[in-house]
């Protein structure tokens, strides 16, 4: 989307309003695309993208706050913050199943009963959460209302300036609340750090999204180097929400008296910290080079 704006419309002519609408009609069609797939049931890939597309959508209107009537987009941004916890809850005991499939294959024994009931527990809660969304009056509501928002969108005056005015100052503050925050967490950060620099690469990937359809390559390079980034780090995340679960099922203090099924969980969870080891390794290059991109876009907004 953001390569075709960026040949259609020069930079200088490309006011907030245009660029709104074709954020709207392609995220949108994506949701449209995704949810009969959700409902079906048959490829997990459904409820992921129709997640995806509720965040995203919710960062880019936030990226154009000032485009948008305030009533208007405080609903989407709440009605879409909920669509998408309640997707991720789902997606996310889908992602621990697999993560603990993998895990699996490689002990000598497979894991206790007992986890894999527990698993089964939290999937089939999730997949009862997403049925309730899909057919409930407030998710219906809200997906008549976004197929409106791409016709009549409910734009501000300030919709008419050009939208650089608006990206330039969203991208600058987002990218630097990521670098600043990595500089912050040092050279060792923790778990629940890296997860944090993990979500502002997020948004920070999605604000240099919506900025390529105006900054070009250098935008688009820095949102692959920060998908990189999320990539890396959302794998170290679901491996240390396995271990927590993993976790859950060892009672005995001590190593020397736990039973068969905690030894086994406890070799589980000693694979699951080596993966999380190498992943460190892995994430700081990206956001380097990420860094390096991001000086050259912030440098050519303040002229």
């Known amino acids: 989307m953001s390569q075709q704006l960026a040949d259609e419309q020069s930079n200088e002519s490309l006011n907030a309003e245009q660029l709104l609408r074709s954020l709207l009609g392609v995220e949108v069609a994506l949701l449209l695309r995704s949810d009969p797939i959700a409902r079906q049931k048959r490829d997990p890939e459904g409820v992921h993208q129709l997640r995806?597309?509720?965040?995203?959508?919710?960062?880019?209107?936030?990226?154009?706050?000032?485009?948008?009537?305030?009533?208007?987009l405080r609903y989407f941004l709440r009605e879409l913050r909920w669509t998408g916890g309640v997707l991720g809850r789902q997606r996310d005991a889908d992602v621990l199943g697999e993560v603990l499939d993998d895990v699996n294959a490689l002990l000598e024994s497979s894991l206790p009963l007992s986890v894999l009931k527990r698993l089964n527990g939290m999937q089939a809660k999730g997949n009862r959460a997403v049925d309730a969304l899909l057919d409930s009056t407030r998710y219906r509501q809200l997906v008549v209302r976004l197929s409106d928002a791409v016709v009549h969108p409910p734009l501000r005056a300030a919709a008419q300036r050009p939208a650089m005015e608006m990206i330039g100052p969203s991208l600058t503050d987002t990218l630097s609340e990521l670098f600043n925050a990595a500089d912050e967490f040092g050279n060792a950060p923790s778990n629940l750090q890296l997860h944090q620099i993990r979500i502002l690469s997020k948004r920070g990937r999605y604000c240099a999204e919506t900025a390529s359809a105006l900054m070009g390559e250098t935008a688009r390079r820095l949102a692959r180097e920060l998908e990189s980034v999320q990539t890396v780090l959302g794998e170290l995340h679901d491996y240390a929400v396995a271990i927590d679960f993993l976790e859950e099922g060892i009672e005995t203090p001590h190593a020397s008296q736990r039973t068969d099924d905690e030894r086994i969980i406890s070799v589980a969870i000693e694979h699951l910290v080596g993966l999380i080891e190498e992943m460190k390794l892995q994430w700081r290059a990206p956001l380097e080079r990420g860094r390096i991109l991001s000086d050259s876009l912030i440098a050519t907004i303040s002229r």
Request: a positive charge; charged letters at 35%.
């Open 52 to 72: 995806v597309g509720s965040r995203r959508l919710r960062s880019e209107l936030r990226i154009m706050t000032r485009a948008m009537k305030p009533a208007p």
